[in-house]
Nanobody
Framework: HVQLVESGGGSVQAGESLRLSCVVSGYRYSTYCMGWFRQVPGQKREGVAGFDSDGATSYRDSVKGRFTISHDRATGTVNLQMNNLKIEDTAMYYC???????????????????WGQGTQVTVS
């Protein structure tokens, strides 16, 4: 059974940084697609960053150059380093996993079977 637990959210000023972590258990990395998503109340959940099948990273345009996703295989942790945060980055952030071949990272939340509880990021 796959479990995902996020941490690292908080309240920061614009321009500051946060590092989100997602501890993943009960899965084999090579058989799952992993990614980070975010959602603002009243809006659709959107993909932020993830991994292609060849391990390359993929980002939504608005966070390119500021966010970095990484995977620590030793600890089973998927991290999201967020630098130069902007007010529009304020959202609940979720780690998610789905089974099967990724191809190009699937950035829509549809099809992801496993979700963490979310961690709030507030930028002011």
């Amino acid at each position: 059974h796959v479990q995902l637990v996020e941490s690292g959210g908080g309240s920061v000023q614009a321009g500051e940084s946060l590092r989100l972590s997602c501890v993943v258990s009960g899965y084999r990395y090579s058989t799952y697609c992993m990614g980070w998503f975010r959602q603002v109340p009243g809006q659709k959940r959107e993909g932020v960053a993830g991994f292609d099948s060849d391990g390359a990273t993929s980002y939504r345009d608005s966070v390119k150059g500021r966010f970095t996703i990484s995977h620590d295989r030793a600890t089973g942790t998927v991290n999201l380093q967020m630098n130069n945060l902007k007010i529009e980055d304020t959202a609940m952030y979720y780690c998610a996993a789905r089974t099967g071949f990724c191809g190009n990272w699937p950035r829509k939340p549809d099809g992801y079977q496993y979700w963490g509880q979310g961690t709030q990021v507030t930028v002011s």
